[in-house]
Nanobody, 124 residues
Framework: QVQLVESGGGSVQAGGSLRLSCAAS????????MGWFRQTPGKEREFVAAITWSAGSTVYLDSVQGRFTISRDNARNLMYLQMNSLKPEDTAIYYC?????????????????WGQGTQVTVSS
């Protein structure tokens, strides 16, 4: 089992920045990929970014490419999402997720563990 806890959400004006963190505990050595998803009321959970735990390869949603950066600290079992140039449409609950097996990193169903989510609100 892996437990994930997000932190760092909050409210910011458009153009501002936030950094989300995700702490993994339990059996983090079993993780292959970690990712960030977001969800707004009435919509499905949307892929934002993912990173392979060993090599650090990354992939992003097109609309956040160049504004968001995903990274990880293997020694401390932490993952980050640096969000710059935030827009009102980035407002959502952001979830950290971890997968035991590599596959389609953009598919929520491929992830085995989820955090509780952290709210990000961007005002115009």
């Amino acid at each position: 089992q892996v437990q994930l806890v997000e932190s760092g959400g909050g409210s910011v004006q458009a153009g501002g920045s936030l950094r989300l963190s995700c702490a993994a505990s339990g059996r983090p050595f079993s993780i292959s990929i970690m990712g960030w998803f977001r969800q707004t009321p009435g919509k499905e959970r949307e892929f934002v970014a993912a990173i392979t735990w060993s090599a650090g390869s990354t992939v992003y949603l097109d609309s956040v490419q160049g504004r968001f950066t995903i990274s990880r600290d293997n020694a401390r079992n932490l993952m980050y999402l640096q969000m710059n140039s935030l827009k009102p449409e980035d407002t959502a609950i952001y979830y950290c997720a971890a997968a035991r097996f590599s596959g389609s990193s953009a598919a929520a169903k491929g992830y085995d563990y989820w955090g509780q989510g952290t709210q990000v609100t961007v005002s115009s």
